[in-house]
């Protein structure tokens, strides 16, 4: 396997001092939790073409896990396979690396490391679930199509079977079942049910399962400031390119507003949807809502000159700044 053609794509192993992920004098690298259906697909494409100019590498941990392990649910494997290759070629990982992980399981490495800054992008619950809802079932009926046409599913759709269990699996295949009724079983299923909440927890503190249901009001806002300070940057799916445009700055890459944005469309067709419907959806999916809102009330007052993120980023661009202008 060409694991550097493949896994990592490496963009020249020289370091340029430049463009080193660099808060004041601390190096660091980024690490870009990606939410299924939070638009980050085009916010990872804009990522890794800015690393393609400058010698930033690219640990692309959700699609190496596919590679070494025919599904994307292994994270920690690809990891250390990027951490020997690292090794191997003597590079120091806390010198520009931009990370990509992709799904809900706890990586030690990212959640303890003070060497690594996270971020992340969320959306609107409700429209986020009706996203994903609608992009899972057209998945799953083209892999029981494959099946059916002689061919081996993938390794997702037993993954799947197994996550959603009978009722909800069975209602993503059943193409008579209105697309309302399916939303609703979606909603109520422990998987979804106050997504957020669960998949921090199982990103976190490794703890799966519908954990976000058990909380209290206070236990999801107490939650809800432990990840505002664990990230370094939480942006919202309707400022897409205002979030790339904060990670680039933070990783010194090349990249500005003014740029074309590379957008990709991977969604499904969304069928109209009652207003009675979404309001019940937003009602089962209460806890999220708060821990949502309470995620942005404190991402804004963080950003405000004094926080600690802001001085950090502040002394990041002086220092860039006094870098470039010794050229």
């Given amino acids: 396997m060409d694991i ?5 794509l490496n963009f020249g192993l020289k370091r340029c001092g430049d463009y080193l992920l660099r808060f004041g004098e601390k190096l660091m690298a980024v690490m870009f ?12 494409h804009n990522l890794a ?3 393609s100019k400058k010698d930033v590498i690219v640990a692309d941990i959700y699609h190496a896990s596919k590679e070494l ?18 090794e191997k070629n003597d590079i120091d990982p806390k010198k520009g690396i931009i990370y990509h992980h992709h799904t809900n399981q706890h990586i030690e490495y990212f959640c303890t490391s003070d060497d690594i800054e996270c971020v992340t992008i969320l959306r609107d619950p409700t429209s986020r679930l009706v996203s994903e809802v609608f ?3 057209k998945f799953l009926l083209s892999e029981l199509l494959k099946s059916q046409n002689g061919g081996e599913p993938s390794s997702e759709f037993t993954y799947h079977k197994e996550l959603f269990g009978p009722e909800l699996f069975n209602a993503f295949l059943d193409q008579n079942l209105p697309p309302e009724q399916l939303l609703l079983i979606a909603a109520k299923n422990d998987f979804y049910r106050n997504y957020y909440l669960n998949i921090f927890t199982s990103f976190l503190k ?7 249901n058990t909380l209290s009001d206070k236990d999801v806002i107490n939650f809800a400031k432990e990840v505002q300070k664990k990230f370094a940057c939480i942006g919202n799916f309707s400022d897409l390119r205002g979030f790339t445009q904060a990670v680039h700055d933070m990783g010194a890459l090349d990249y500005s507003q003014d740029d074309e944005f590379i957008t990709i469309k991977n969604g499904s067709d969304i069928p109209l949807l009652s207003e009675k419907i979404l309001n019940e959806i937003k009602k089962i999916n209460r806890l999220d809502y708060l821990f949502y809102n309470k995620i942005f009330e404190f991402e804004n007052k963080s950003k405000t000159p004094q926080s600690s993120t802001m001085k950090k980023i502040t002394n990041f661009k002086l220092w860039l700044s006094g870098v470039l202008n010794k050229k």
């Fill in 4 to 8: 550097n053609g493949y896994l990592f």
């Fill in 33 to 44: 939790f990606h939410i299924p259906r939070t638009g980050g697909s085009s916010v990872w």
């Fill in 69 to 86: 392990v025919n599904h994307p649910f292994d994270p920690n494997t690809s990891l250390a396979s990027f951490q020997e290759y690292v």
């Fill in 206 to 212: 490794n703890k799966a399962g519908s954990v976000g």
């Fill in 49 to 51: 073409h800015a690393a």
């Fill in 135 to 137: 992009h899972i079932k």
